[in-house]
């Protein structure tokens, strides 16, 4: 007889989506993350940003540019996020 397999668990991976605010850095870009939460004593909704540090191995994401994050294991003293991919591009100006 063969014994049943393990049922083998994903591990799921979190993902953001947010603006790019800086890619000063090589292979280095910074993303705003807006999230929208109501005020605990008042009940207004109130927006709460984050900034998160995530590679871009290839220096292809500029200002403005809208991706998709995902947390991976820690790059450097800062960064633990890899860009996974572009959802909407900068508009020019």
């Known amino acids: 007889m063969t014994e049943a397999q393990p049922a083998v668990k994903e591990k799921t991976v979190r993902t953001l989506v947010g603006k790019v ?9 910074t993303v705003l993350i807006e999230r929208r939460t109501k005020h605990e004593l008042y009940g207004k909704i109130v927006a709460k940003t984050s900034k998160y540090h995530a590679h871009d191995e290839n220096n292809e994401f500029k200002n403005g540019d ?3 994050i995902s947390e991976s294991r820690p790059i450097s003293k800062t960064k633990a996020w890899v860009v996974t991919k572009l959802v909407q591009k900068a508009r020019e100006v």
């Open 21 to 29: 605010v800086s890619d000063k850095r090589s292979k280095t870009i």
């Open 66 to 68: 809208v991706v998709e």
